[in-house]
Nanobody, 123 residues
């Protein structure tokens, strides 16, 4: 059974850091693109970052460039999202999802969504 499980969310003060994990089970992540998405209350789900399964290319939303870093540890079958300099507007439920090899800008292209992990940035 293909499954993605997110973890690592929590409450953090503005300027703080968190590292989210997206662990895969039932298949090998190596050739899949993994995207991180977030959804704040009352807002649509938006793409945050993606790492391709072909050459490891990475992509970021403008709002997180320079603050977030996506990486993959194929030996652990896990993709990470390191989030630094967090802002209150980063507060959302964060999800990971996958598609074959290449990242795209379309949320609908991704599947096997995890259950999400809550990130709250507040003083």
């Amino acid at each position: 059974q293909v499954q993605l499980v997110e973890s690592g969310g929590g409450l953090v003060q503005p300027g703080g850091s968190l590292r989210l994990s997206c662990a895969a089970s039932g298949f090998t992540l190596d050739y899949y693109a993994i995207g991180w998405f977030r959804q704040a209350p009352g807002k649509e789900r938006e793409g945050v970052s993606c790492i391709s399964g072909s050459d490891g290319s990475t992509y970021y939303a403008e709002s997180v460039k320079g603050r977030f870093t996506i990486s993959r540890a194929n030996a652990k079958n896990t993709v990470y999202l390191q989030m630094n300099s967090l802002k209150p507007e980063d507060t959302a439920v964060y999800y990971c999802a996958l598609k074959w090899r290449l990242c795209t800008a379309l949320t609908a292209d991704f599947g096997s969504w995890g259950q999400g992990t809550q990130v709250t940035v507040s003083s």
